[in-house]
């Protein structure tokens, strides 16, 4: 494989120009690049504004006219890896950027770009990867040229509608990678990608006619700044809905702090007022309990019956029940029960609260 191929002896063939346009930007000029004349040629712009890392696909094609040989510029391919996350959904797309680990120029070309576009052919077959020096500065891209950048030419062979081609690929790739620490995240893909193709074992004899029209490429810088200055507007777009919804966050957070103190201080209100009674309640029985009269001590002495003080009494009666070891109890419907076995207890089983009596 050749990537410097010498131009034709017998003279060069009329060109022709074909303009990329942006139809959604008045049809603003994106690049141009040439080819011969009697070549067909076309093009595509469409913007993604949901895609912030990458709004624009691109893509321009010009091909002979029995098809044969052919040359393809595609669209810029971006990827991106966390390598601190612990969960990366390898494959998807978001924000026009492919979750995807580093890889070397010529695994990504094999293994993700060419299948891209080729999956569907009959056939493919990769017959050769071979790393490319100074790609930009061949291209005239300033841009990459002033990067670290990595670069390979990879070699297929497919059937295409019958007849059997020989295709070559070349990408441009770049890395990069921002923030530090758990936030670590790497950028990378191609930067330049483009094909050209001819009969099989008529590629090294139509390179001097293929690779004229590549570098031709002449992109519009008005273009490239409605780009830049886009991407950056869409970034700006998207850290202040972020912001936002961190603020958002926040005040939820916020008010639910507020929520979680309210609701605690019910519930010391509701203790509070619950152990006052308790207390108070308490101290309504433990209160000290008058002595007993004269009749009252007279009833005791003849011993047919027993006083006993009754707690739900605020003026001191006494409750008389028979006399002997009995153990009395009360509820709160001031129904009594009386028992000798000092171990039973009347609130076992009973739907009622029992109180035991004491002796006046």
């Not at 346009?21 to 504004?49: C, E, K, L, Y």
Request: glycine share 6%; charged share 20%.
């Amino acid at each position: 494989m050749n990537p410097y191929p010498d131009q034709p002896a017998d003279g060069t063939p009329s060109m022709a120009r074909h303009q990329m346009v942006d139809a959604q930007h008045q049809g603003m000029v994106v690049a141009t690049f040439d080819h011969p004349d009697d070549w067909r040629a076309q093009s595509q712009v469409i913007w993604n504004f949901q895609n912030q890392a990458a709004p624009v696909w691109a893509y321009a094609a010009t091909f002979a006219p029995d098809g044969a040989e052919a040359v393809e510029f595609l669209s810029a391919e971006a990827f991106y890896w966390l390598p601190t996350s612990a969960f990366n959904p390898m494959g998807q797309s978001k924000y026009g950027m492919v979750c995807m680990p580093p890889m070397s120029a010529g695994d990504a070309m094999t293994r993700l770009v060419i299948p891209k576009y080729r999956g569907r052919s009959s056939n493919v077959r990769i017959v050769g990867v071979t790393p490319v020096l100074n790609l930009p500065e061949m291209l005239g891209d300033q841009a990459l040229a002033q990067m670290p950048t990595e670069s390979v030419a990879v070699t297929t062979e497919y059937d295409l509608e019958g007849r059997a081609v020989q295709e070559e690929w070349y990408g441009v790739k770049t890395q990069q990678q921002a923030g530090s620490g758990a936030s670590v995240q790497i950028n990378w893909g191609f930067g330049r990608v483009f094909c050209f193709r001819a009969e099989r074992g008529q590629l090294d004899a139509a390179r001097p006619r293929l690779w004229p029209i590549v570098r031709s490429v002449q992109p519009n810088p008005q273009w490239q700044r409605l780009y830049n200055d886009t991407v950056q507007a869409l970034n700006a777009q998207h850290g202040a809905m972020i912001e936002g919804g961190r603020a958002k966050l926040q005040g939820e957070a916020e008010f639910q702090g507020q929520l979680t103190t309210y609701y605690q201080e019910q519930r010391d209100r509701q203790n509070a007022d619950i152990s006052a009674k308790l207390a108070s309640d308490r101290a309504r029985q433990e209160v000290a309990q008058p002595a007993l009269s004269a009749q009252e001590r007279w009833r005791n002495e003849l011993g047919a019956e027993e006083a006993f003080h009754n707690p739900d009494s605020y003026e001191g009666n006494v409750l008389y029940q028979r006399s002997g070891n009995v153990i009395e109890w009360i509820n709160e419907l001031n129904e009594t029960y009386d028992t000798e076995d000092p171990t039973e207890d009347p609130n076992v089983g009973s739907t009622h609260t029992w109180r035991r009596l004491h002796q006046a």
